[in-house]
Every structure is written in structure tokens, then in C-alpha cells.
């Protein structure tokens, strides 16, 4: 028999790792975009790349506790290689 409770679980599980795996990656290049931007000032990157900096690691927290990040984790460890 089907466990859709579980099924459930599993799918938001996964779309919340993707989600927020997504955010990181945009935020990286957000991230790329204030550091190459010839037309801000240091003291406004600063503070730019200080907030984005704190939201990558939120997201990266949010994704790392999911089941799927847990697991993820683990494989990269086990491999040497991050695949996350």
C-alpha cells in the first residue's frame, strides 16, 4: 500500500531543498555582480555583499536541514566531491 503521508513528506521535502538551493545560487550571482560593478562605491559593496553574504547562509542552513541536504551532505562527505 502507498504511504501518501510519507509521499507527501518527501516531495515538500525535495522542493524546499530545490527552492532554496535555488536561492543560493541566484544570490551567488547576485554576489559575483556587486563584486565586478565598477560603478559602486567600496563602502556600498561592503554593506551589499555583508546582507547577501547573511542571506546565502540562511538559505544554506534552510537547505541543509531538509532530509534531502542531510542526505546530499552525506554523499559529498563519503565522495569527496560536493554535489550539493
Known amino acids: 500500500m502507498i504511504d ?3 509521499l ?5 521535502d525535495q522542493n524546499q531543498n530545490a527552492t ?3 536561492c543560493v545560487y541566484a544570490l551567488k550571482d547576485l554576489l559575483m555582480f556587486v563584486n565586478n560593478n565598477k560603478d559602486l562605491d567600496t ?5 551589499i555583499k555583508r546582507q547577501i553574504e547573511d542571506e546565502i547562509k540562511h538559505y544554506e542552513d534552510l537547505k541543509n536541514r531538509t532530509q ?3 542526505k546530499l551532505n ?3 562527505k563519503e565522495i569527496g566531491v560536493d554535489i550539493t
Open 74 to 76: 552525506e554523499i559529498s
Open 20 to 22: 532554496w538551493g535555488g
Open 4 to 6: 501518501f503521508e510519507k
Open 68 to 70: 534531502t541536504g542531510k
Open 43 to 47: 563602502k556600498s559593496k561592503v554593506i
Open 8 to 12: 507527501l513528506q518527501d516531495t515538500v
